[in-house]
Structures are given as structure tokens and as C-alpha cells.
């Protein structure tokens, strides 16, 4: 079994204080470490955006492409060697917006990859613009009087996409969120795991408080299953409202 250390590297992360991203990069390595799986067999590839540095601190092998474009070289990983385990990182900027045609044909394409988005609700990178899953009314450099556009809703639109495995996790729930990367991993055919993350620097009002009051589990008697079931619970979603988390939809 790989130990946890053994996926550290010497430098360290440099995000700001308190984004969410350190809670991810936690549970990513923990998942790694608890399904054994060993690093020079793991690929992480990423797009751009303060996420994409995550392989950079991950010691596995480690790709960091272009804008969004993380989906088609994971794939191509996959299908040059199928013996790798391969996680695709995006971010609700990078892979909503200028990756939004690569998600969508992933979904239906069902190569067996790990996609995991680090949803801010905002383009953290390029410092506070807003993005495809920030909320109506959200006032943003690019968005003086409040955003006029309904957010998209990746959950529902990976169901009607065909994708096989759909969850959501909550960045600051790390016990949960590596049962929900485990299972993903192990799902075979293309898992996708939204990850509901605060970026305290550009979204302050994302705060511990209010990731409180937002974010809801699936109970048992959720059937992951039933499609139609899943779709309204998907529907549910984002950061508008309640944020359900769990494992949404998974083909039996
Ligand atoms: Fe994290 Fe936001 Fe800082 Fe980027 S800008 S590192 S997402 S807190
Ligand atoms: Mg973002």
C-alpha cells in the first residue's frame, strides 16, 4: 500500500489562506493512499485555473494543459494505457465554460476516468470574474450590477449526458468526500464528482456559515439507480439553493 507521505512532494501548495482547495488536495491524496494505488501508475491532468497546480503537489505522474482541455487528454491517457488509473481535474470556470463541449461528450463517450471540478462559483485565477455556476443577481468585475444569467446546473446536464457515475461532494467535509472519490475511482466508465469549494478571496459571503445552512446529504433510501429520481435530485443543486451531496446517479 502507498502511504499517505508517499504522494507529498517538498514544495507546498501556495493558494490563499482558507480556500478550499488544501481540503481537496487532502482527500485526493487520502483516496489515493486508502485504495492503494501506487503513484507512478497515477496520472492527475489538469486544465488552468488556481486547481490546475494541484498535480504540481501531488507526487504522481502529472499533466497541466490548456484552458478547460483536460477532459480529451485524460481520455487519451486512458486509451494509450489502460492500465493507469487517470483523475481529469477542471474548475466550474475551466470546465463549465471553456471546457463545456468536452464535458458534455465525456459524459456519453464513458471512458474510465475520474472527473473531479473544484466549483467556486467563480474565476479565481484571473481574480474574480464571474462564472458559469455563480448565482443570478452575483455582482463580479465582469458583473457590476449583478449577473442577468441563470447558472447551469453540471449535475442534471451529466445525467442527461449519459455520464454513469454523477455525484457532488463538499470541499469542507473531507471524511465524506473520500468515500465519494473512492467509489468514483472505482466505478467503471467515466465518474463525474463536483466539488462544492469556498474561495475565500473573491466570494467572501461563501463562508463557513453559509456552506452550512447549504449543504444537504442523500439519505439511504436515495436509489442512485433510478434515473428520474437521481435527475431530481440533481436538479436540486447548486448554489442557489440547497447543495445535494452524495452520490446522485450511478448505472447498475
Ligand atoms: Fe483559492 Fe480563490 Fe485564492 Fe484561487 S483565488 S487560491 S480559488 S481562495
Ligand atoms: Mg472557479
Given at each position: 500500500?502507498?502511504?499517505?507521505?508517499?504522494?507529498?512532494?517538498?514544495?507546498?501548495?501556495t493558494?490563499?489562506?482558507?480556500?478550499?482547495?488544501?481540503?481537496?488536495?487532502?482527500?485526493?491524496?487520502?483516496?489515493?493512499?486508502?485504495?492503494?494505488?501506487?503513484?507512478?501508475?497515477?496520472?492527475?491532468?489538469?486544465?488552468?485555473?488556481?486547481?490546475?497546480?494541484?498535480?504540481?503537489?501531488?507526487?504522481?505522474?502529472?499533466?497541466?494543459?490548456?484552458?478547460?482541455?483536460?477532459?480529451?487528454?485524460?481520455?487519451?491517457?486512458?486509451?494509450?494505457n489502460?492500465?493507469l488509473?487517470?483523475?481529469?481535474?477542471?474548475?466550474?470556470?475551466?470546465?463549465y465554460?471553456?471546457?463545456?463541449?468536452?464535458?458534455?461528450?465525456?459524459?456519453?463517450?464513458?471512458?474510465?476516468?475520474?472527473?473531479?471540478?473544484?466549483?467556486?462559483?467563480?474565476?479565481?485565477?484571473?481574480?474574480?470574474?464571474?462564472?458559469?455556476?455563480?448565482?443570478?443577481g452575483?455582482?463580479?468585475?465582469?458583473?457590476?450590477?449583478?449577473?442577468t444569467?441563470?447558472?447551469?446546473?453540471?449535475l442534471?446536464?451529466?445525467?442527461?449526458s449519459?455520464?454513469?457515475?454523477?455525484?457532488?461532494?463538499?470541499?469542507?467535509?473531507?471524511?465524506?468526500?473520500?468515500e465519494?472519490?473512492?467509489?468514483?475511482?472505482n466505478?467503471k466508465?467515466?465518474?463525474?464528482?463536483?466539488?462544492i469549494?469556498?474561495?475565500?478571496?473573491?466570494?467572501?459571503?461563501?463562508?463557513q456559515?453559509?456552506f452550512?445552512?447549504?449543504?444537504?446529504?442523500?439519505?439511504?433510501?436515495?436509489?442512485?439507480?433510478?434515473?428520474i429520481?437521481?435527475m431530481?435530485?440533481?436538479?436540486?443543486?447548486?448554489?442557489e439553493?440547497?447543495?445535494?451531496?452524495?452520490?446522485?446517479y450511478?448505472e447498475?
Amino acid at each position: 500500500m502507498a502511504k499517505l507521505k508517499e504522494f507529498n512532494t517538498t514544495e507546498l501548495p501556495t493558494w490563499c489562506p482558507g480556500c478550499g482547495n488544501y481540503s481537496i488536495i487532502a482527500s485526493v491524496k487520502k483516496t489515493l493512499s486508502e485504495l492503494n494505488l501506487e503513484p507512478q501508475n497515477t496520472v492527475l491532468v489538469s486544465g488552468v485555473g488556481c486547481f490546475a497546480k494541484l498535480p504540481y503537489w501531488i507526487k504522481t505522474n502529472g499533466f497541466v494543459g490548456l484552458h478547460g482541455r483536460s477532459l480529451p487528454v485524460a481520455q487519451g491517457v486512458k486509451l494509450a494505457n489502460p492500465k493507469l488509473t487517470v483523475l481529469a481535474f477542471g474548475g466550474d470556470g475551466d470546465g463549465y465554460g471553456e471546457g463545456g463541449n468536452h464535458f458534455l461528450h465525456a459524459c456519453r463517450r464513458n471512458v474510465d476516468i475520474t472527473y473531479i471540478v473544484h466549483n467556486n462559483s467563480v474565476f479565481g485565477l484571473t481574480t474574480g470574474q464571474y462564472s458559469p455556476t455563480s448565482e443570478k443577481g452575483r455582482k463580479s468585475k465582469s458583473s457590476l450590477l449583478g449577473s442577468t444569467e441563470q447558472p447551469i446546473n453540471p449535475l442534471a446536464i451529466a445525467i442527461a449526458s449519459g455520464a454513469t457515475f454523477v455525484a457532488r461532494a463538499y470541499a469542507g467535509h473531507t471524511k465524506e468526500t473520500v468515500e465519494i472519490l473512492k467509489k468514483a475511482i472505482n466505478h467503471k466508465g467515466f465518474a463525474f464528482v463536483d466539488i462544492i469549494q469556498p474561495c475565500p478571496s473573491y466570494v467572501p459571503e461563501h463562508n463557513q456559515k453559509y456552506f452550512k445552512d447549504k449543504i444537504d446529504y442523500l439519505d439511504e433510501t436515495h436509489n442512485s439507480g433510478d434515473k428520474i429520481k437521481s435527475m431530481e435530485n440533481a436538479l436540486k443543486g447548486g448554489f442557489e439553493e440547497k447543495s445535494v451531496c452524495g452520490i446522485i446517479y450511478q448505472e447498475k
